[in-house]
């Protein structure tokens, strides 16, 4: 039993750790939160959910879901970021939050405020490994999402673009001096962190089989709590509270009341940004 | 009066005393994305103290209003390390805490929500407008308002020049959730039905969008904002299914053209000149 949820637990939690590294890449980079993040992660899952019903085999759905969410991320650096990069650090925030009630509405125009049910797109085959039921859907999701987080994480400590995001974040006047396209690296920023909730937001779906327009509220809120656990900016720090995340939130259910659940880890939330706001890991950058 | 019309007014006057709510911290340079915790706490509490135990409106009011500030001190108090991005979200992590107490909360009816509180009118919650804008209009012209602006400017030079910074930020966080919490109850008395759900993290971000759109300068931008963003739904409903889409269109455009909001301090100056020159004008006709 404990086996089994510890399992169910590191498995949704993949997903949190998912939305909190797009969280991550974006408040790094330019010290300003993107709102709009949750709902991203829901038209990624719808995008899913359209191509599947198209007959689109699950692995191109879910590419072609990244890439989607990828897009709808950039315009959010388009219209709440780009034209608002010398106003009060509110601006972006609560303009993101603004862009965040149009996708909703958006979807709920496109696909209805109803529950949409998934379509079993894959065989469900099951794996017996000791004492623990694994399906061949978790296993893709946990091999899915632990490929990502390693990639991200290499890519950005290795690669010359890689090496370009971090210079911006340190200080982007000097890094536009030493030759950093900084709006391009703000763009593919942006790009990467939508397709990662994409990601999330197919992976997640395939999970609970039903999507409606709203889901990217919560989860966009629990990506925020990870990022605070994790530190804020720090990438290993929020993959790693994310998978934390998941694994409360499902002992929680299973040995506890399903209904404290949110009360628990916005509880968490507040505790930690009030007493430890530097999280369990350490911010890159102290501002609090 | 219509009912339809009544309703709108009546909603758009407690959206006016919760974008003051939100002004009210803001005049520290403090933000709050939790005030829907805050009217939550001051709806419960008064809905609480007339259906169970008959108390008075008016009593109720004030006793939730307390209620939701004296737990805005205990927010203010370790909320004054913070700032920036971490206070936004330490304040939105406390809104949602809020809302999910009550979700679970038996006693005010938990998930299925608690009925019976009744009796607010438009006479009452425009009677409160009236008191919270005067409350400003003389704040704006008090030594205490000139100590707000100081902190809000730059919060060393204030201490410098020996104002207690700590105090007044605190005083700030515990007008605000005041301001919210009567909010809450006149919100509370005008629907007859209150669940956690109508507290969520949404209605905190549209009051915060309200002060910001319609200027955070001078509480008439927080007023006119929250005038104008109540209303535009409403307007807006020849659009149809598309009208929120649209609505949520027109927030990020207003950002992006009027980035200081639609009503700033020097616009505030020209129009009460203009007033002056009019009033001048009118005068010497007279003579």
């Known amino acids: ?288 | 009066m219509n009912v339809y019309i009544e309703g709108v007014l009546a909603l758009m006057g407690i959206n006016i005393l919760l974008a003051l709510s939100v002004y009210a911290i803001l005049t520290t340079d403090q933000l709050s994305l939790g005030n829907a915790g805050f009217m939550a706490i001051g709806a419960y509490t008064s809905a609480y103290l007339t259906v169970k135990f008959g108390v008075a409106l008016l009593p109720a009011l004030i006793i939730g209003a307390l209620t939701a500030s004296l737990i805005g001190l205990l927010i203010g108090i370790p909320a004054l390390r913070l700032k920036g991005i971490y206070l936004v979200m330490a304040t939105l992590g406390f809104g949602e805490m809020v809302r999910t107490f009550f979700l679970n909360f038996e006693p005010t009816g938990g998930a299925s929500g608690f009925r019976g509180p009744m009796g607010s009118s438009l006479l009452l919650i425009y009677g409160w407008v009236i008191v919270f804008v005067a409350f400003f209009w003389l704040l704006a012209r008090s030594r205490l308002g000139r100590s707000l602006d100081a902190v809000r400017d730059d919060p060393e030079v204030a201490s410098t020049l020996g104002l207690d910074v700590v105090r007044l930020k605190v005083w700030a966080f515990w007008l605000g959730a005041f301001i919210a919490g009567i909010a809450g109850g006149l919100y509370a008395h005008h629907m007859f039905y209150i669940e956690s759900s109508n507290f969520n993290f949404l209605l905190s971000t549209m009051i915060v969008l309200y002060v910001i759109l319609g200027g955070m300068e001078t509480f008439w931008g927080a007023m006119v904002g929250a005038i104008i963003f109540s209303i535009l739904p409403e307007v807006l409903r020849f659009m149809k299914d598309w009208r929120l889409s649209f609505y949520g269109a027109v927030l990020v455009t207003v950002m992006i053209i009027r980035p200081a909001g639609i009503i700033t301090r020097e616009m505030v100056r020209d129009f009460r000149e203009w007033l002056g020159r009019i009033f001048h004008r009118a005068r010497t006709w007279d003579a």
């Not at chain 1, 995008?47 to 007959?55: D, E, N, P, Q």
């Not at chain 1, 779906?205 to 990870?226: D, E, H, N």
């Open chain 1, 1 to 288: 039993m404990f086996w089994q949820q510890l399992i169910n637990g590191l498995m949704l939690g993949s997903t949190y750790s998912l939305i909190a590294m797009g969280y991550t890449l974006v408040l790094g980079l330019l010290k300003m939160l993107n709102l709009a993040h949750g709902d991203v992660f829901m038209f990624g899952a719808f995008l899913g959910y359209s191509f599947a019903l198209l007959g689109i085999p699950l692995y191109w759905a879910l590419l072609l879901a990244m890439v989607g969410a990828g897009i709808i991320s950039l315009l959010v650096e388009r219209f709440c970021f780009r034209p608002l990069r010398k106003a009060h650090f509110l601006g972006p925030l609560l303009s993101t939050i603004a862009f965040g009630i149009l996708l909703q509405n958006v979807g709920t125009q496109i696909w209805g405020s109803e529950p949409s049910r998934y379509p079993q797109t894959m065989e469900m085959a099951q794996f017996q490994l000791g004492p623990v039921l694994i399906s061949s859907v978790q296993l893709i999701i946990l091999a899915i999402s632990l490929l990502l987080m390693v990639g991200i994480d290499q890519f950005v400590r290795r690669t010359r673009m890689g090496r370009a995001m971090r210079a911006t974040s340190e200080n982007q006047i000097n890094a536009s001096l030493l030759g950093v396209d900084v709006n391009r690296v703000v763009r593919f920023t942006f790009f990467t962190s939508g397709a990662l909730a994409g990601v999330a937001g197919v992976l997640t779906a395939l999970v609970y089989l039903q999507i409606t327009p709203f889901i990217g509220i919560r989860q966009g809120l629990i990506g925020m709590v990870a990022i605070v656990i994790g530190g804020l900016g720090n990438l290993r720090g929020a993959m790693i509270a994310g998978i934390l995340i998941g694994v409360i939130e499902v002992m929680n259910d299973a040995y506890f009341t399903a209904s404290y659940r949110d009360m628990i880890i916005f509880g968490l939330f507040f505790l930690f940004l009030m007493f430890k706001p530097e999280g369990l890991w350490g911010t890159t950058k102290q501002e609090s």
